[in-house]
Every structure is written in C-alpha cells, then in structure tokens.
Nanobody, 122 residues
Framework: QVQLVESGGGLVQAGGSLRLSCAAS????????MGWFRQAPGKEREFVAA???????YYADSVKGRFTISRANAKNTVYLQMNSLKPEDTAVYYC????????????????WGQGTQVTVSS
C-alpha cells in the first residue's frame, strides 16, 4: 500500500502561482511513477502531469509550459509547480502513484490521495 497526502491548494488570482505537494508513505517511493490529476465540477477527472522514477515527465497539452512536476525521492514527495494560473485550472487536484508511467498518462493509477482544492479567480 502507498498512502498519499496532498497539500498546497488554495485560492489564487488568475496569473498567480501555487505549488502542490504530495507526501507518500508505505512502499518504496522511488519504485513508483507519480502523477497529478484534476477534476472540475461536472467534468471527468483528467491527467495533468506525471513523472517517472528517473525523472522523465509528461504533461497534458493544457498545462505545458505553465506547470512543472518534480519529485524528491529522499523526501518521498512529489510537487506540482503551477504558474500563470487560469480560471479553467480550477479543480480538485489529486496525486496518484503507479508502477507504470504509461498507465498514468492514460488516466489510471494504483493509489490516490484525497485531493486538494485549487480555485483560480478571474
């Protein structure tokens, strides 16, 4: 089992920045690809970004150039730096872990956090 706890969400004005963190515990963190997903009201959950255990990263087209995913294996933590935020980025953001990064880019994940709310005002 892998337990994931997100933090760092909040309310920010359009154009602003936030950094989300996801602390993992349980099995060996470095064995897992880590990812971020989001779900806006009335919409399906969507892939945002993922990072492999050696640092290879993937992004949804909607966030490329604005969001950066990173991981600190020594701290069992993955981050999502979000810059130039837009109102359409408003959603609950979820952290996920999976053995395969390919699974995440297709929307899946073995383990999920409880989510953190990000609200971007216009």
């Amino acid at each position: 089992q892998v337990q994931l706890v997100e933090s760092g969400g909040g309310l920010v004005q359009a154009g602003g920045s936030l950094r989300l963190s996801c602390a993992a515990s349980g099995r060996t963190f470095s064995n897992y690809a880590m990812g971020w997903f989001r779900q806006a009201p009335g919409k399906e959950r969507e892939f945002v970004a993922a990072i492999g255990w050696i640092g290879t990263s993937y992004y949804a087209d909607s966030v490329k150039g604005r969001f950066t995913i990173s991981r600190a294996n020594a701290k069992n933590t993955v981050y999502l730096q979000m810059n130039s935020l837009k109102p359409e980025d408003t959603a609950v953001y979820y952290c996920a872990a999976d053995r395969l990064i390919a699974t995440m880019t297709k929307g899946g994940g073995d383990y999920w956090g409880q989510g953190t709310q990000v609200t971007v005002s216009s």
